[in-house]
């Protein structure tokens, strides 16, 4: 009795059923979370490790049984790889077990089908479904798993003909339409899809007109069953008979941390005698810099507050799937801010821990967490070894030098260009499972892989 009590204690769901048979069934239920921490390379968790436990510290991941190594595959509209993805083609390996182009949200390359995701195999098979982001909910690795549409940026209804980003033209999903007979935007299909809890930013992409409609999106949503809130705490007192959409943000969610005042990584400044040849002159490097509280994250939920209202809806006696992302490692490292993708990670972190906390209730819950991409972040030295030869070495990229709260300095490099934000990388990323994981879950695999060991574990 004292498990039922806990159980119940836990998560309220469960006191609801109230009836033992159906709480052993919800115990004997086959569940799935999948935690990706979206750009989250192994130079991010080191990054974020040495700032949040200390360079001999481990994070709850760190302490996850299996440990091993996925390979991102991406190919181009005819076929051929391409090295570096980006989340929307990740994002669909992750949640059909296709490969395609970039850009792309569950559709196939070349053709142009849809392809199948996790979330509608397992919503046709009975189970409950989840997603959960930092990002707006239409962003592309949400997306990908409820979504099918040729452009990632096709957001919403407006935004289908002439899609621009930062001002550039960048793609057409007009053909994608339902007046031509498509699905429509990725915050139209949401809001007639069956997911069971939808949480995260976006709210800019609800308020506007659906296509040929004088309801907005969020009046659609609610006519196909959705309670919709902005809030914390309408989340947390939302009815349970209904889905729930919750959007706490016109976009992306504000990120917890950011550099001091608000600083990004700079780039060094060599005096002019190291304009002619880089042997000699100087270079002055940027001023070391804390980690400071984002005042914009005030009254945001956390990552972790959305897992735990999302796992207590979703848990039932015919099991779940439910996506996590924690999407600013990677936005934020896309601008230089290293302080913000290490704040993001640790709200990983702390889903993570959610998320074991749940499984140890219910044992019959696979873990995975991974990343999607790599991401442009490197740790370098905070001064280069040639300083010690009185050499003015330095990157050629932007630098922040990051005083950890161990009292050293830990240097963090953006150089994949010189643009206005940087792009990712095309490494292996990381994958850690709990106990259910192990013997099952292989330690270096193709990113697809994810997606068959998911549909097989849910008996699907
Ligand atoms: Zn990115």
Redesign the pocket.
Known sequence: MSVLKSLAASFSAIALLATPALVAAQLEARNVILIIG??MDDQQITIARNYLAGARGRLSLDQMPLRGVSQVLTVSEHGTPVYVA??ANSATALATGQVTSRGRIATSAGEDKPITSIIEIAEAAGLKTGLVSTASVTD?TPAAFVAHINARFCENPEAMKDVTFSGIRVGDCSHHLKAAGGLGSISEQIAVSGVDVVLGGGLTHFEVPAENSSDTVIQVAEANGFHVVTTAGDMASAPKDKKLLGLFSPNTLPVRWQGENGRTAEKPEPSWANHITQYIGSVKMPDPMVCEPNPDYAGTPSLKQMTDVALDRLSNDRGFFLMIESASI??Q??ERKPCGSIGELAQLNEAVDSALAYAKLFPNTLIIVTAD?G?AAQLIPEESLFAAFGVPVFTRGRLARIKTPEGAIMGVNYATNDFIME??TGVNVPLFSNAVGVGLVPNMLVQPQIFEITRDYLGL
């Open positions: 979206d750009g980006d989340s592309a990677d936005k490292s896309h991409h991401q792009e990712h």
